[in-house]
């Protein structure tokens, strides 16, 4: 490790004793360095940080954190989540509402949006809420309700929010699980009524689950995988697969 990245590295490691993450962008104006230097440090050799979207971090396995945006799940699969978040992007025209959801992968999907596309994104957790706020030319509208600190979402109060009034044009939805015969789950029980509920006002619906997440079944079950209208992963499923979604009519990217 050379000595400029290890002071880099050092200083970065301060700025998160005073809080949670900082943004790559913060992060590069702080050490008056480019973001690609930032990104290009923590990519190079294993550190006590990590990037997660457009957030620097404390490694999780190093601080002992065991909150829901510090778990293990946020550090899986990251080469995937965001070749996941690239094509995803693509899906995302100017003037459209579009309702994120609040799994691992959602925040590499904005990450990747874009600076110059005007969108509204509707969200109900923190974390993608924050990514959400670092695009120009977007729209934010955050669900409130109760706010849950181990999972950083937003539950309903009385039954109703915000999206009760709302009509997007895609919804971005994650999971932990993905069974031909179980349909898609989740292992978050608080998940369920938000996903169901931005399932049921969009007019399309969208997958994102890297391959990992295939054959898996959580506890929590809030939909069929046949209403999802499109299906977005990180390589070519097995071909069992590929005949449902072709069966199905749904559409799948990877």
């Given at each position: 490790?050379?000595?400029?990245?290890t002071e880099r590295?050092?200083?970065?490691?301060?700025?998160?004793?005073?809080t949670d993450k900082v943004y790559v962008r913060d992060a590069a104006q702080q050490l008056n360095v480019s973001e690609m230097t930032i990104r290009r440090d923590l990519n190079a050799e294993p550190s006590s940080l990590i990037l997660l979207g457009g957030y620097i971090v404390t490694d999780p396995k190093?601080?002992?954190?065991?909150?829901?945006?510090?778990?293990?799940?946020?550090?899986?699969?990251?080469?995937?989540?965001?070749?996941?978040g690239q094509l995803a992007a693509q899906l995302i025209n100017d003037d459209e509402v579009i309702l994120f959801d609040?799994?691992?992968?959602?925040?590499?999907?904005?990450?990747?949006i874009p600076d110059e596309r005007c969108f509204t994104g509707i969200?109900?957790?923190?974390?993608?809420?924050?990514?959400?706020?670092?695009k120009p030319n977007c729209k934010v509208i955050l669900c409130g309700g109760e706010f849950k600190t181990s999972t950083h979402i937003f539950t309903t109060v009385g039954g109703h929010n915000e999206l009760h009034y709302l009509r997007p044009h895609k919804a971005f939805i994650s999971a932990a699980g993905v069974s031909l015969t179980q349909g898609v789950t989740t292992f978050i029980l608080d998940e369920i009524t938000l996903k169901t509920q931005a399932m049921a006002v969009a007019s399309q619906s969208i997958l994102v689950a890297d391959h990992n997440k295939f054959e898996q079944v959580r506890v929590g079950r809030f939909a069929s995988l046949?209403?999802?209208?499109?299906?977005?992963?990180?390589?070519?499923?097995?071909?069992d697969w590929q005949h449902y979604f072709k069966q199905q009519g749904t559409r799948l990217l990877f």
């Open positions: 490790m050379s000595s400029r990245r590295i050092y200083k970065l490691t301060q700025i998160l004793k005073d190093v601080n002992g954190v065991n909150q829901y945006f510090f778990c293990e799940q946020q550090f899986k699969n990251i080469d995937e989540k965001r070749y996941i609040s799994g691992t992968t959602v925040p590499f999907i904005i990450e990747s969200c109900y957790s923190l974390n993608t809420f924050m990514a959400l706020q670092e046949d209403a999802f209208t499109c299906v977005v992963t990180d390589c070519q499923p097995d071909s």
